[in-house]
Nanobody, 120 residues
Framework: QVQLVESGGGLVQPGGSLRLSCAAS????????MGWYRQAPGKQRELVAT???????NYADSVKGRFTISRDNAKNTVYLQMNSLKPEDTAVYYC??????????????WGQGTQVTVSS
């Protein structure tokens, strides 16, 4: 079983910055893609950004130029640097990781979520 633990959420003023972290642990042979998703109240969960093991990234149009995703493969950790935050970025942010465990099975795991609130 693979566990994801997120950290770094909180309350920030518009225009401010936050950095989210997500560490994966457990029976991990390799991790392919890691990513961040978010869900605002009354809305569906949406993709924020993803990154492959090779470093290829993909961003939602709404965060391009403001958010940066990165990862440390040695630590099985993914980061999300969020700058120029807007009230509409307020949501619960979830980490996701897909890969292979030592049993030879594919896994797809989610973190518990971390709240990001952008408000003055």
């Amino acid at each position: 079983q693979v566990q994801l633990v997120e950290s770094g959420g909180g309350l920030v003023q518009p225009g401010g910055s936050l950095r989210l972290s997500c560490a994966a642990s457990g029976s991990i042979f390799s991790i392919d893609a890691m990513g961040w998703y978010r869900q605002a109240p009354g809305k569906q969960r949406e993709l924020v950004a993803t990154i492959t093991s090779g470093g290829n990234t993909n961003y939602a149009d709404s965060v391009k130029g403001r958010f940066t995703i990165s990862r440390d493969n040695a630590k099985n950790t993914v980061y999300l640097q969020m700058n120029s935050l807007k009230p509409e970025d307020t949501a619960v942010y979830y980490c996701n990781a897909d890969g292979w465990n030592y049993s030879g099975s594919w896994f797809g795991s989610w973190g518990q979520g971390t709240q990001v609130t952008v408000s003055s």
